[in-house]
């Protein structure tokens, strides 16, 4: 976003196309757009004249943002074959993404939000949204930020483990993202129970492996595939 120019529709869908590629599970790629509450109309309008699509700014939860001065608003999604319910959601407006947008507008560190349903969830799985802010040209302010899909990245993260373990993944070591609930009722410290400790931006999860009485087990053949989880590399991007 730091460039002579406004980041325009073309120019993100070229960018956030290689991190797409080459990490198939991660769910989205996109920016938020800080528009102030005076010139909300004007604003939309100027924007789907810039990108050649209808633009509107709407609110999940309006009760919890109707005292703010400006929206952060999804201008840039990618891919939006997948994403497309959540162009112009207002994310200050949702109360887990809302506490992280907080405070990278504050810091400007990465910050990961707690787990919550996403805008363009179709199913049931639990979403998880790492943003932060960034500054562009022409006074163009926001938050970049990449989401994921528990479940997608579990599944990525276990992906060469044996099917015969059972896994879930926590946050804060207690909020079930993804995964088995027996995982997740299984106290650590007990025997065949294994996790590892995940930082994600200003958040801990932990990734917990049960082994049954009768599952083999090999050392090393435990840890997850950090190499190509988007997980390991949302806050990197």
Aim: charged letters at 20%.
């Amino acid at each position: 976003f730091e460039g002579e120019h406004p980041v325009s529709k073309l120019l993100f869908e070229r960018a956030a196309e290689p991190w797409l590629r080459s990490l198939p599970s991660l769910q989205a790629l996109g920016f938020l757009e800080q528009i102030y509450r005076a010139g909300l109309k004007a604003r939309e309008a100027a924007i789907a004249a810039q990108d050649g699509r209808d633009f509107h700014v709407f609110f999940r939860e309006p009760e919890i943002a109707v005292d703010d001065a400006f929206v952060l608003s999804i201008r840039f999604i990618e891919p939006m074959s997948r994403n497309a319910r959540a162009l112009g959601v207002n994310s200050l407006s949702i109360s887990e993404p809302r506490k992280a947008l907080l405070q990278t507008l504050k810091s400007g560190a990465p910050v990961a939000s707690g787990p919550f349903r996403l805008t363009q969830e179709s199913g049931v799985q639990t979403g998880v949204v790492v943003y932060q802010r960034v500054r562009g040209a022409e006074g163009q302010q926001g938050v970049a930020f990449a989401t994921l899909r528990m479940g997608d990245a579990l599944a990525d993260m276990t992906a060469k483990l044996p099917r015969s373990l059972e896994y879930c993944l926590l946050d804060q070591g207690r909020e079930l993202m993804a995964g088995s609930q027996r995982c997740a009722s299984w106290p650590p410290g007990r025997p065949r129970v294994y996790s590892t400790s995940i930082a994600q931006a200003t958040r801990q999860w932990e990734l917990r492996i049960i082994a049954a009485p009768d599952a083999a087990v090999y050392g090393t053949g435990l840890r997850a595939d950090r190499s190509t989880s988007p997980i390991f590399a949302a806050s990197g991007m």
